[in-house]
């Protein structure tokens, strides 16, 4: 995720190409809107406040079958096509092979590294700089630990979305679960305290577990967490006060 002038970026690579995960790839783009929204706005803060959401599905396939290396995807009104509506958020599909609406050669160089990043590729000085970066990355294997985790909280959190459907009453099994994908999370950046355990495993509020996973996906220390919850909990008090 990165930000620029209030907007928030989302850049997924993708090379899912099965007909299947195409076929679907509308409703992941919706999901993964919704995730982001869910921790654009605060509790209790104006609608005015959501900033715009763009995001950004890099493939090595085609997901409309039209040789476009671009499609941009926006809200809008069925019967009134012209009808100015603009709800802040936007989906963009870079195809890297396509060629249809003469795309910049920047960009045909951008699409060219996302399929193969070697140095060789890397031909512009943003190119070269990202290159670096993807180095780096690839390097530190505590970011490697952490990506991997996460892409398997992830997998969970899908397959915990396909039961709910199907099978009710089993709440505290999920509360338990959520609790435990907290703490794997949290034991990649430090050392829990126990009283930091006590309070994760002992809360019992669903929601607020969903909200505590997503911090500690983002937070770089065990102190930047605990900041974190301790801000939210404050700020829920703070809201549900009496006039």
């Known amino acids: 995720m990165d930000e620029e002038d209030g907007e928030l970026f989302d850049m997924e690579p993708d090379n899912n190409s099965g007909s299947g995960d195409v076929a679907i790839l509308p409703r992941r783009v919706r999901y993964y809107?919704?995730?982001?929204?869910?921790?654009?706005?605060?509790?209790?803060?104006?609608?005015?406040?959501?900033?715009?959401?763009?995001?950004?599905?890099?493939?090595?396939?085609?997901?409309?079958?039209?040789?476009?290396?671009?499609?941009?995807?926006?809200?809008?009104?069925?019967?009134?096509?012209?009808?100015?509506?603009?709800?802040?958020?936007?989906?963009?599909?870079?195809?890297?092979?396509?060629?249809?609406?003469?795309?910049?050669?920047?960009?045909?160089?951008l699409g060219q590294y996302m399929e193969n990043s070697t140095v060789e590729n890397a031909k512009?000085?943003?190119?070269?700089?990202?290159?670096?970066?993807?180095?780096?990355?690839?390097?530190?294997?505590?970011?490697?630990?952490?990506?991997?985790?996460?892409?398997?909280?992830?997998?969970?959190?899908?397959?915990?979305?396909?039961?709910?459907?199907?099978?009710?009453?089993?709440?505290?099994g999920k509360v338990e679960g959520k609790a435990e994908d907290i703490m794997e999370l949290l034991e990649e950046v430090g050392a829990i305290s126990e009283k930091l355990e006590k309070r994760v495993r002992e809360q019992k509020d669903l929601e607020t577990l969903r909200n505590w996973l997503k911090l500690a996906a983002h937070s770089e220390s065990i102190e930047e967490f605990e900041g974190l919850i301790s801000d939210c909990a404050g700020e829920r008090a703070e809201n549900n006060a009496p006039d």
């Open 124 to 172: 512009s000085e943003g190119l070269a700089r990202l290159h670096e970066m993807v180095t780096k990355v690839k390097a530190d294997r505590k970011v490697g630990l952490a990506y991997m985790k996460w892409c398997e909280i992830e997998k969970r959190v899908r397959e915990e979305g396909r039961i709910e459907g199907k099978v009710e009453g089993k709440v505290e």
């Open 33 to 109: 809107h919704a995730k982001i929204d869910a921790g654009n706005l605060a509790a209790g803060e104006d609608y005015s406040a959501l900033r715009n959401v763009v995001v950004i599905f890099i493939t090595t396939y085609d997901p409309f079958g039209r040789n476009r290396m671009v499609y941009t995807i926006k809200n809008g009104c069925v019967e009134e096509p012209d009808l100015p509506y603009e709800d802040g958020a936007r989906t963009i599909f870079l195809y890297t092979k396509g060629t249809e609406g003469n795309p910049p050669e920047r960009l045909r160089q």
